[in-house]
């Protein structure tokens, strides 16, 4: 390889193979620096996941088995996939649309209010696990000092059937941390919408509607899309959250999972929650996949 | 040389070399990591030596204010001069029982644990055969025989509200007051804290049920759920401090920590056993970590907590007390099971022990109890296995 490098520094020709080499070998050098990135991703990600991948397929006494699979869709383990992605759907839907809603009312603002609200809303996107959870305890729980100060102002807001303790009070709860982050990640793509566009399609004969629809919509889906998808699975995997404020009141993947492989009651049963997990990973991979699929046909179009 | 002296030093030797007999041998060949009994070690008083010279144990999932731990691990440190290493104090058996998987040959692996009985069958293999003295103390049903776990304590369900609700809760079947709206919870998910699992058993017993039949306590779940008095947050002193909740069910032996930690935050916290239900819990388990990192404070550990001596806490404990020889200072500290009395918690050889400590008087003890049931770990699986499909639906 040194020999190739020298016949490089030698003659160097632009253009033709030693340089092509070379440049493939600048290419190799410029990752030495995410070296650590991938050694991160390694032990934390690829490592863990191929061992709950071999896990899933044993049973206890180590023998290869599909019994945890056939688990998995059974009983309250198979209702939590209904319950989880719904929940996940409607969460993501609701932070996508405000989100979305508030990032366009922000980018027709000034400069100094938009870094404002950036750095406000990489803060709230980032609140999460159990501190959320005692914030909105404190502040909308029975006792909570909002839910006092509105029944002071004659609104009971547990007069009728709301509970924080509920899938709409959990989709309520994230929604504190999922409409900022889509605010956060959706802004940057309002902003590469040019004025000189909706001045085009004005001079082209294009309405408000037109160019929502043909200009707009086209150009935004695939990054309205993919924040959305984030979204899902932010909250498809959320569980400290979820965790204080239900006591397994409310059947989702990681909790269950969170009993099996954890806890004071629930024992010998590890590889039934390798076994969710790794169908969590599936259900995170159709997600993928299907906006792979999505981002592709938009292109085509194109 | 006089013929006084001469007996005087030939019993001397006798001594020193019968001394050196039953020591040495045992000190230069024991193995503190296979070492099954003190006796193993030549008697208390090296073990004591042994554990000394390792002058650390590694705990885990052991909170000082969980059954009076605290107090057992000062009289470990100012009696024999061990460090306490606590790792993850909050922890579940899961965890321990992982930590000792994954720690394999660190130094911070654990020494001992303090598992729930359903986890013994998992852990078994990766524990030390060891009995302590009082082994004979501990009832059989709660001991495996080879001695490599032992039931330390139990609890049973207790009551515990904010003084400021009113009416004062006495009763489990009496929490569908509507004056309880949003104020009730326990000890968070009944498939995952065993202090959940009884608390519903408590429920189930007050509401016609038995150890056996725990549906009648889901219903009254359901219906306290459904009227908003159940509040599904885990019952901790975070959620009490965000008012969350103001009637919960907990282990009688961590009342004591949840009135000192109300106090705190300026809240008075009472505590009594319902009078419809009382109901323990299967004990907790001790036990060795067969590879522990300090095999021999390990074993102190264990003869410590379950000693049955009513003796001083590390506080009164004098200079000249501390000068003592090993197992004369072991007589007399407080021993773990009156420990686990001062706590609240009922230890496994109250039955045995002739010189117990008065519990704690913060919980009230109403007269007319009723008698106290305990659901076998069978019956808890049984009920775990129900409350898989029923909890989430309640």
Redesign the interface.
């Known amino acids: 390889m040194s020999q190739t490098i020298t016949k490089r520094t030698d003659a160097p020709k632009p253009g033709v193979g030693p340089l092509h080499f070379a440049n493939r070998l600048g290419s190799l050098k410029s990752l030495i620096p995410l070296l650590p990135f991938f050694a991160f991703i390694a032990y934390f990600l690829v490592f863990p996941l191929t061992f709950i991948f071999r896990d899933a397929f044993l049973s206890n006494d180590g023998k290869f088995t599909f019994e945890n699979f056939a688990q998995c869709f059974q009983?309250?383990y198979g209702?939590s996939f209904y319950?989880s992605i719904r929940l996940s759907i409607i969460s993501a839907a609701i932070g996508a649309v405000a989100g979305a809603l508030i990032a366009s009312a922000i980018v027709k603002t000034g400069t100094r209010s938009r870094r404002a609200v950036a750095a406000t809303a990489s803060v709230l996107a980032n609140t999460g696990g159990?501190p959320l959870?005692?914030m909105f305890?404190?502040g909308f729980?029975?006792?909570?000092l909002v839910t006092k100060a509105l029944k002071a102002l004659g609104w009971n807001i547990?007069g009728g059937s709301f509970?924080l303790?509920s899938a709409s009070g959990i989709i309520l709860v994230y929604s504190f941390f999922q409409i900022p982050l889509m605010v956060l990640i959706y802004s940057p793509a309002l902003e590469n919408v040019k004025p000189e566009w909706r001045e085009a399609s004005d001079s082209l004969g294009g309405n408000r509607l037109t160019y929502f629809l043909r200009i707009t919509v086209p150009l935004l889906f695939p990054a309205f899309l993919s924040t959305a998808l984030l979204l899902f699975a932010n909250s498809f995997s959320a569980y400290a959250t979820a965790?204080?404020?239900?006591?397994?009141?409310?059947?989702l993947m990681p909790?269950l999972i969170?009993?099996l492989?954890?806890?004071?009651?629930?024992?010998?049963q590890e590889h039934l929650g390798h076994a969710m997990a790794v169908c969590m990973v599936g259900v995170s991979i159709i997600v993928m996949s299907i906006y792979l699929l999505v981002l592709k046909f938009s292109k085509v179009k194109r | 040389m006089s013929k006084k002296l001469k007996v005087v030093s030939a019993a001397a030797g006798i001594v020193l070399a019968t001394t050196a007999l039953a020591v040495l041998p045992a000190t230069a060949a024991v193995n503190a990591s296979t070492a099954s009994s003190a006796a193993s070690f030549g008697g208390l008083d090296n073990l004591i030596k042994a554990a000394k010279k390792e002058g650390a144990l590694n705990l885990i999932a052991t909170p000082r204010d969980w059954a009076n731990y605290g107090d057992a691990m000062d009289i470990m440190t100012k009696a024999f001069g061990i460090k306490i290493n606590s790792d993850n104090p909050d922890g579940s058996s899961a965890q321990e029982i992982a930590a000792i998987r994954t720690t394999k040959n660190m130094d911070k692996m654990p020494d001992v644990v303090d598992i729930g009985l359903s986890h013994v069958a998992e852990g078994a293999g990766l524990f030390a055969n060891y009995r302590v003295q009082t082994w004979n103390s501990i009832p059989k049903a709660w001991k495996s025989p080879v001695g490599n776990w032992y039931g330390g304590y139990t609890g049973s369900i207790a009551l515990c509200y904010d003084s400021s609700v009113t009416p004062a809760p006495t009763s489990i079947a009496g929490l569908d007051n509507p004056a309880y709206k949003g104020m009730f919870a326990i000890q968070g998910d009944p498939t995952a804290a065993q202090q959940a699992l009884i608390s519903v058993f408590a429920v189930a017993v007050a509401k016609g049920g038995s150890v056996k039949n725990i549906q009648p306590g889901i219903d009254f779940f359901h219906k306290l759920k459904a009227s908003g008095i159940f509040v599904p947050v885990t019952a901790n002193a975070t959620a009490f401090a965000s008012g969350s909740f103001k009637i919960d069910l907990t282990w009688d032996y961590n009342v004591t920590g949840f009135i000192a930690q109300a106090k705190t935050i300026g809240k008075t916290v009472k505590c009594t056993y319902p009078k419809d239900a009382l109901v323990a819990g299967t004990p907790y388990v001790l036990a060795i970590n067969k590879t522990a990192p300090h095999p021999a404070a390990a074993r102190l550990w264990e003869e410590l907590m379950f000693s049955m001596k009513n003796g001083k806490l590390a506080a009164d404990l004098t200079a000249a007390d501390l000068a003592l020889p090993g197992s004369q200072l072991f007589s007399l500290v407080m021993g773990g099971q009156n420990v686990y009395i001062s706590g609240g918690a009922s230890p496994i050889t109250v039955a045995s022990m002739t010189d117990k400590v008065s519990p704690p008087t913060a919980l009230i003890v109403p007269t007319g109890l009723p008698q106290s049931v305990l659901p076998s770990l069978a019956q808890q699986t049984v009920a775990t296995n129900i409350l898989k499909t029923a909890w989430p639906k309640i």
């Open positions: 009983g309250v209702h319950v159990v959870a005692f305890l404190a729980g029975t006792e909570g547990y509970t303790f965790r204080a404020m239900t006591s397994g009141t409310l059947p909790l969170g009993n492989v954890d806890g004071n009651v629930i024992a010998n």
